[in-house]
T-cell receptor
Framework: GAGVSQSPRYKVAKRGQDVALRCDPI?????LFWYQQALGQGPEFLTY????????KSGLPSDRFFAERPEGSVSTLKIQRTQQEDSAVYLC?????????????FGPGTRLTVL | DQQVKQNSPSLSVQEGRISILNCDYT??????FLWYKKYPAEGPTFLIS?????DKNEDGRFTVFLNKSAKHLSLHIVPSQPGDSAVYFC?????????FGTGTSLTVIP
């Protein structure tokens, strides 16, 4: 399809493991966002890319979280030494251009469970 | 601290009636406000937005009202349909960052 895709859809990790979550945005979309959604909460901003440049990473909760988008399309969110509090749904969204406002298209999310 | 709040976790409405979902915010610097709809196991889907310089935006059955002095916005759905049953998130934009509320689960009863 032409929408935002994320993989894997579900990930179970043991505490201390590293995980990598992938986002394939809509082709040609300049902006890419990562969000963390804990159970019963709304999505919380993690980081923002404009093409390959990570312009805002103020929402990353710790230095265990790292995101990249090396060629300005696919993005990977990596979490090192996972902790139980990292359990959440991780959402990726993309939009066409950084203007005053642009609609974000969300992927289905990756549900991460840390045991 | 939560900058966008949705104080009603759930709402039930009869089919054909009006659904009103409410949202409050604290930051007067937000420049756009948005509503998203979310079905289980899917990502949020954009529904309607409003610029901070406007007080109303209408799109079919959906109307969003913004009261800047009260820092309050609401989404009206009329007439409500069973397919509208979903979780609705209010969001506010400041620069590159979007702040979401905790969501209101709407059930439209046939």
């Amino acid at each position: 399809g032409a929408g935002v895709s994320q993989s894997p859809r579900y990930k179970v990790a043991k505490r201390g493991q590293d995980v990598a979550l992938r986002c394939d945005p809509i082709s040609g979309h300049v902006s890419l966002f990562w969000y963390q959604q804990a159970l019963g909460q709304g999505p919380e901003f993690l980081t923002y890319f404009q093409n390959e440049a990570q312009l805002d990473k103020s929402g990353l909760p710790s230095d265990r979280f790292f995101a990249e988008r090396p060629e300005g399309s696919v993005s990977t969110l990596k979490i090192q030494r996972t902790q139980q509090e990292d359990s959440a749904v991780y959402l990726c969204a993309s939009s066409q251009d950084r203007g005053s406002y642009n609609e974000q298209f969300f992927g289905p999310g990756t549900r991460l469970t840390v045991l | 601290d939560q900058q966008v709040k949705q104080n009603s976790p759930s709402l039930s409405v009869q089919e054909g009636r009006i659904s009103i979902l409410n949202c409050d915010y604290t930051n007067s610097m937000f420049d756009y406000f948005l509503w998203y709809k979310k079905y289980p196991a899917e990502g949020p889907t954009f529904l309607i937005s409003i610029s901070s310089i406007k007080d109303k935006n209408e799109d079919g059955r959906f109307t969003v009202f913004l009261n800047k002095s009260a820092k309050h916005l609401s989404l009206h759905i009329v007439p409500s349909q069973p397919g509208d049953s979903a979780v609705y998130f209010c969001a506010a934009q400041a620069g590159n960052q979007f702040y979401f509320g905790t969501g209101t689960s709407l059930t439209v009863i046939p």
